[in-house]
């Protein structure tokens, strides 16, 4: 970045706006069906109801191929800000720590984050975007869910705050950002380190590796670890926000997802979410991390 902060602040937002933006688009199919099947237990318990296959070709029958695209614009108004939000922090909550290591560690010439500081500025940037785009959030999951049929965003505003007020907005807050703010610590310090270790194999072979290729190789690996971990949260914030007066608090729901379900109902979904983000976060990190090199605003 230069030393004009307002301009790089502006380039971070935009990049940041531009990926979310993108990933959305591409991959809402994702999202919805992984929501429908998370919300399947709670409406039957036939066999093969739940599957990938049988909730596309329902959706599909149902509404045809646009309506695996349904909840397009609640995803946009909650993930074009909320990852311009998130990149935002975190670029500024990364020069703050590298100025606090490098005052600890009395080197001025460093330059890579230690990966305890890549965990907890990728925690605490996605648990700040995450809650301020909360309502965005709501919205998204009840528009691709089948339980609910708004007839637009103004409508579903008016029925959330008629139901529940306020809170109604913000139902599964900390199931998601339980979820959300370790999904993100842990993605950026296996992403950094994955980077990192790229680019020394690639040094000690003499092989020239395109950033492109560096970061999409390093976003799908974290992507996938980091999912997989927290998938269980995912779970039960999605049935919080579907069923708030069945799923009343975390705690109460971990054990009724458990105890009607076993362990298995957590991961109800998982193969969508994993496929999902880890495609995401390589698209969106690589999409990102490009802008920033074409403006000539990246700190190598």
């Known amino acids: 970045m230069g030393a004009d902060k307002k301009p790089g602040s502006i380039v971070h937002l935009g990049a940041g706006a531009l990926s979310g933006i993108t990933s959305c688009v591409l991959l809402q199919p994702f999202d919805l069906v992984k929501t429908r ?6 409406q039957t318990h036939a066999r093969g109801i739940g599957t990938i296959a049988n909730t596309v070709q329902s959706i599909v029958a149902s509404s ?3 309506g695996l695209w349904r909840g397009t614009l609640p995803s946009l108004i909650r993930n074009a800000p909320g990852t311009s939000l998130y990149f935002y922090f975190l670029n500024h909550t990364k020069h ?12 001025t010439t460093r330059t890579r984050l230690s990966p305890t500081s890549n965990m907890i500025i990728g925690a605490s940037s996605r648990a700040v975007a995450g809650f301020l785009l909360m309502p965005g959030t709501i919205l998204k999951v009840q528009f691709e869910s089948s339980l609910y049929k708004h007839a637009g965003i103004a409508g579903a505003v008016q029925n959330i705050w008629h139901t529940s007020g306020v809170r109604g907005f913000f139902v599964g807050a900390v199931p998601t950002a339980i979820r959300d703010a370790p999904y993100a610590g842990l993605y950026l310090l296996l992403y950094e380190a ?6 020394t194999i690639a040094k000690q072979r003499n092989v020239l590796i395109p950033e492109t290729a560096v970061t999409m190789v390093a976003g799908v690996a974290a992507g996938l670890a980091a999912s997989y ?7 039960v914030k999605t049935r919080m926000q579907l069923r708030p007066r069945e799923y009343t608090s975390v705690a109460q729901s971990f054990a009724k997802i458990y105890n009607e379900e076993t362990i298995r109902g957590f991961f109800r979904g998982i193969s969508l979410r994993v496929l999902r983000k880890g495609v ?3 698209l969106v990190f ?15």
């Not at 994955?194 to 680019?199: F, V």
């Not at 690589?286 to 190598?300: D, F, I, N, Q």
Request: aromatic share 6%.
């Open 37 to 42: 099947l998370q919300q399947t237990q709670m």
């Open 64 to 66: 045809g191929v646009r």
């Open 96 to 107: 703050t720590c590298l100025a606090i290591e490098r005052r600890l560690s009395n080197d």
């Open 194 to 199: 994955i980077k990192h270790q790229e680019r």
């Open 229 to 235: 971990i927290t998938q269980p949260f995912d779970m």
């Open 280 to 282: 995401q976060a390589s």
């Open 286 to 300: 690589t999409l990102y991390e490009w802008v920033l090199r074409s403006t000539g605003s990246r700190e190598e």
